[in-house]
């Protein structure tokens, strides 16, 4: 439990979160000895003298509000339907920022089925879009601005396996991803990104086959998990103490 004074972090997520929040659900030690995300805060504490508490939760629950965390659902809970009271259940930021120093968020791999611009967005459409996505971050990002003394981590969307998805879907995702790091990400403010969707390419189109459990599925495996954990909790610790400075996107730490 956190005590007075700690910085208390939270993590929003679904199923690909979770895999990574494990770390290795057998709780075999993998890599640097780190099976859990928890673990790792739990030694770096220890040897650093730190008080970072950090938790986890699905964002949003499947009832009452259904199990959709897509750019549409933050923003219908956060922006749209934003105050001081849950929507359906949910936390809104001006809950969520009373209790926690940071949040963390994800889009779980669907985000990446992607159609065609078509040249009218509406804000408030569920269908998944560039064009849509990119008024509903806008709008986010106004948001998550207003609560200057809270930072924010938004991870780059999980990708899809070669198997699950077509060429033009993995682009549009692709597309999506680069905007979200070059154009709505700026410097200077209190979000910031992790990028776990070139830890699962690899630098390609699809979650790589030897990143994905059984080879096929979207969701990544334990050994990718095993490795990428560590990057998380390294990439967190550093926007709390160098507002991101020694670590790339990834996590890694700059050469």
């Not at 994905?212 to 990428?228: M, N, Q």
Request: with cysteine; charged share 30%; glycine share 8%.
């Amino acid at each position: 439990m956190p005590q007075e004074g700690s910085y208390k972090i939270i993590f929003l997520h679904h199923s690909t979160g979770n895999v990574i929040w494990e770390g290795n659900p057998k709780g075999i030690k993998l890599f640097n000895k780190v099976s859990a995300v928890p673990e790792w805060f739990t030694k770096y504490n220890s040897e650093k003298g730190t008080d970072y508490f950090i938790t986890e939760t699905n964002f949003p629950k499947e009832k009452p509000y259904g199990w959709a965390n897509y750019p549409y659902d933050y923003y219908n809970i956060w922006v749209k339907n934003g105050g001081d009271s849950a929507y359906k259940e949910e936390p809104t930021l001006e809950i969520l920022t009373k209790g926690y120093n940071m949040i963390i968020f994800k889009h779980c791999f669907p985000v990446g089925y992607i159609e065609e611009d078509v040249g009218n967005p509406v804000i408030d459409s569920k269908e998944k879009r560039l064009e849509i996505y990119k008024l509903q971050y806008a709008a986010l990002k106004e948001k998550l601005l207003g609560f200057p003394e809270t930072k924010f981590i938004l991870w780059t969307a999980a990708a899809l396996n070669r198997t699950k998805t077509t060429p033009e879907y993995a682009a549009r995702t692709k597309k999506f991803v680069e905007w979200v790091k070059n154009e709505w990400d700026t410097e200077n403010d209190n979000i910031y990104l992790w990028d776990f969707y070139e830890l699962e390419t690899e630098g390609g189109l699809y979650l790589t086959d030897k990143n994905s459990r059984k080879g096929k599925d979207s969701h990544p495996d334990e050994g990718f998990a095993g490795k990428a954990a560590p990057l998380f909790c390294q990439r967190i610790v550093d926007i709390i103490e160098t507002n991101g400075q020694k670590t790339t996107l990834t996590g890694e730490f700059e050469k």
